[in-house]
């Protein structure tokens, strides 16, 4: 109805266009609104006003789901936030150790309390179907930037076998070479979904995206989650028990229900 509404609308409006050029060239038009116009013009302008009412009412009836699920089937892209690693002592210890790791159960008897394991966790868990991680680092002297390397041997060490390119989000974008504010959340969002369209150009679909708003700080769950907004995109979470020191992990999907 609408279709054929606007197909009657649009032959109107080109007759009253033919009108007034046949009025230009000093012809007489003899009736300017002829009632089959005036129809099709009240027609469309009633089918736009009924449109408008239910859309409206729509928009009230529609309310925000998360949906989540504790199983979710492995990735090919994850987007981290590396935290900074403020244990001076372990940190020396796997500055100088960290080729000296016998894959990710030895890091889990050994540095399985350290705030490290929770994006290993979430890359042990899509290792199979794994190919880009990118990591956001956090800037100045207390900033997980200048951890970065180190992380990265950490994460070599743990998965030996894996074919998942690791890269630092200075690599995408000179500006954030010397890691971000997690406290801005506006530059915090524009590095996440920087990151997440690297990934999109690197082949990957939204359905094999998630971003892990685990790491560094409240901020960066607010940025992660705002960017996983759009249609089809997703963030997980790695929850560890410190009792049990087990860690699951759970990825969370906003959608909307009438």
């Known amino acids: 109805a609408l279709l054929a509404g606007l197909g009657w609308f649009g032959d109107s409006l080109f007759e009253w266009i033919t009108d007034v050029g046949r009025w230009l060239d000093g012809g007489i ?45 492995p990735v090919r892209g994850l987007i981290l936030y590396l935290s900074h690693l403020a244990i001076a002592e372990k940190l020396a210890e796997l500055e100088a150790g960290a080729d000296g790791i016998a894959g990710i159960e030895d890091f889990r008897q050994r540095y399985g309390t350290l705030n490290w394991r929770m994006p290993l966790e979430a890359i042990a868990y899509h290792l199979a179907r794994l190919e880009e991680v990118i990591v956001i680092t956090s800037e100045g002297k207390g900033g997980s930037t200048k951890q970065w390397r180190t992380f990265k ?79 089809g995109r997703r963030i997980q979470y790695v929850a560890c028990d410190h009792d049990t020191h087990r860690c699951h992990l759970s990825v969370y999907d906003v959608t909307y229900d009438s």
């Open 29 to 73: 038009v003899e009736d300017w609104l002829p009632t089959h116009r005036l129809i099709a013009v009240g027609l469309f302008a009633l089918q736009l006003g009924v449109l408008w009412w239910l859309a409206s009412g729509a928009q009230r009836a529609y309310r925000p789901r998360v949906g989540s699920d504790r199983s979710p089937a």
């Open 153 to 231: 041997r950490v994460v070599a060490a743990c998965f030996p076998t894996a074919r998942a390119r690791l890269r630092f989000i200075g690599e995408l974008d000179s500006r954030y070479q010397p890691g971000l504010d997690f406290e801005d959340v506006g530059t915090v969002s524009k590095a996440t979904d920087a990151s997440y369209w690297a990934l999109r150009d690197a082949g990957i679909g939204n359905a094999d995206i998630l971003i892990d708003i685990t790491g560094g700080q409240k901020p960066n769950a607010v940025a992660g989650t705002a960017i996983a907004l759009a249609e």
